[in-house]
């Protein structure tokens, strides 16, 4: 959905004044919007009125359904505006905002989404939520005008029972949040093996993923996978992650033209996905794919990891550096618009011979398999598919290759979904981590030099006084401060960074930023990290948020970094704080892994430790090719440092130093648990060196 050109002659409420793309899709609403802030919550105390919040984001297909049949039409807006002060806010500017009520509505009513619907009192405690209300009643829905009429009947009549819910609410959020840790760690046998157990269980031997319809990537999950796979050699894990990363490749919800993943399926076959893409969903995405090809060499997974990444650069790039958050699922009104071909289509951009072999291949009809059109997926191997074609399987690679950047070219010619170009610390993090990892399995500097600008502009654009970090940044306005969840995945990024490009001022600023975290974020009393700075509350509670969504949790990907800075800098304070958090995540890590995925893999390098290699290369004149042996094989919770001319890194603990020097040629060190082997010096050595260790689960 975009903001029209007929749009600028019509009224502006108050949002015609953010930035939020998101927020001026509704800037033109005949609704009084506010945004979220103390004058929407006085204007409510002042009217003696609850508050509405609607809470969306641009990408969002059923938020714009919402937005057309509610809040665009006159009727209901002043239902709105007579009974309500009513806030429209961006899940992705205000994340705290979105946590905290669609727990409440998660808890009452047993589900989420967005668009998210809550009443609130003027205080900023929730009574009544949902997601999607239709205009007119359907779905067994309520219609949205009923409601509104619901909500203020019981609101002025039964007022001092709405309170008493209300602070009921609040006391329950009050003493959820007051979670503390013990003094024993997660048993990591039970906790890994439960999870797998659990994971198995779940998955779709038929279609890959987990449980049913509809079905998201679930990264996390196939991360803890294949490192469960490394240490236990399990073959049922490895499995299903290459079954899952095949299907989801070859369905509708990876763009066959374009590259890129859609945000989830809506079928069990991943077929016919909504089709917004997250700049988040694709730099996860590109690390479990990088990480398959590592552990197969199937040119198959690298090829997908290079096109999303390939897709987000081309896409979602900002010309200084950074990443756009989204792109849209619907254009011209219609969802999945701008992805659809139907066969005549296609029969009149390509030449017959090519038509032929892509219709076969892709799965196209005249029929179509989404509402009369078709979305590109394969269904069998090219191999299988094209094995009676005699031309042979190169040339028709070939053929098709030529045949998809036909047609993306056509594409391109089309009205585009709208972009979401906010620029969102924490999922430019992980963006920069995914670029890191396609550069090591192409060693095309393309990726390399992306994964650079972006932190530079990060560090430029994002950096207050005293490295606090803003949290979003759009027209050159960046008014809100960090959450824990910018801070972690920045911090990975820059750990990243350092592992591969050796920048000492990559190390400083992940170590300046964890101090930052840990003097404004941690819960002295019960362990973790607080959602927000405690300068910077929005809410009634401050939040902690302990559980992986579409993301994983701040507090699981600060607990990887603490290990990781630990073991580069022998600070015994980041071992302790990761250890907290473990501790703190004990039950949930031996009884619910299916909550905290993410912090699976930190439990997993506590465990086990990592593996250091270290590159000394005293002779940079003599170039080395040993940095490529690890860039293409799978080794979790692996520590990488390089021994180069110079003054050492002070910031690194000399532990790492000692006795890991050869003057005269290029070595390569593996050392584990201060255990070292000899200097290594081809790829022969290295993987028997490797044989040698015992890293299995004990």
Known sequence: MTTSNKNKNRRTNRLGNENSPYLLQHAHNPVDWYSWGEDAFNAARQGNKPVMLSIGYSACHWCHVMAHESFEDEAIARLMNQYFVNIKVDREEYPDVDHFY???????????????????????????????????SRYELISFPDLLNRIHDIYQHDNQKVLQNAAEIRQYFEKNET?????????????????????????????????????????????????????????????????????????????????????????????????????????????????????????????????????VLRELTDPAGGFYSSLDADSEGHEGKFYLWSYDEIKKVLDKDHNEIFCRYYDITPAGNFEGENIPHIERPLEVKLNDDPIGIGKLRSQLEDSRRRLLQIRNSRIR????????????????????????????????????????FLLDNFMASEFALFHSIKNDQNKIRGYIDDYAFFIQSL????????????????????????????????????????????????????????????????CLNLLRLHHYTANPAYLKKSEQILQLAKSDLENRGAAVPSLMKALSLYHFSPLEITLSQLKPEIKSHLSEIWYKIYLPNKLVIQIVPGPPNNLLSPELFRDRQVADRPALFICHKSTCSLPIFDADQFFASLEKLNLKIK
């Not at 998660?106 to 239709?134: A, N, S």
């Not at 499995?239 to 989830?264: P, S």
């Not at 972009?419 to 920069?432: A, E, F, P, S």
């Not at 095309?444 to 932190?455: G, L, P, R, S």
Request: glycine content about 8%.
């Open 417 to 456: 979904p709208a972009l979401d170009n906010k620029i969102l610390v924490d999922w430019n993090g992980m963006m920069i981590s995914a670029l890191w990892e396609v550069y090591q399995i192409t060693g095309n500097a393309i990726y390399q030099t992306a994964a650079e600008k972006a932190v530079k």
């Open 179 to 311: 979670v503390q840790g013990g003094s024993e760690l997660p048993a990591a046998r039970k906790a890994l093996d439960s999870f797998y157990l659990y994971l198995e269980k779940a998955f779709d031997r038929k279609y890959g993923g987990f449980i049913a319809a509809p079905k998201f990537p679930h990264v996390s999950d196939m991360e803890f996978l294949l490192n469960y796979y490394h240490h236990t050699g399990e073959q049922r894990a490895r499995e299903i992650v290459l079954f899952t990363l095949k299907k989801m490749a070859c369905g509708g919800i990876y763009d066959q033209i374009g590259g890129g993943f859609h945000r989830y399926s809506t079928d069990e076959k991943w077929l016919a996905p909504h089709f917004e893409k997250m700049l988040y969903d694709n730099a996860l995405l590109i690390g479990v794919y990088v990480n398959a090809f590592r552990l197969t060499g199937e040119e198959f997974y690298r090829q997908i990891a290079k096109e999303t990444a390939d897709f």
């Open 102 to 136: 669609q727990s409440f509505v998660q808890m009452t009513t047993g589900r989420g989404g967005w668009p998210l619907t809550v009443f609130l009192t003027p205080d900023k405690v929730p009574f009544y939520g949902g997601t999607y209300f239709p205009a007119a």
């Open 495 to 558: 750990l990243d960074s350092f592992e591969i490009a050796q920048q000492q001022e990559y190390l400083q600023n992940a170590i300046n930023l964890t101090e930052y975290s840990l003097l404004h974020f941690w819960d002295e009393q019960g362990g973790g990290f607080y959602f927000s700075d405690h300068r910077f509350q929005n809410l009634i509670i401050r939040q902690k948020q302990l559980y992986d969504s579409a993301t994983p949790a701040g507090n699981h990907i600060m």
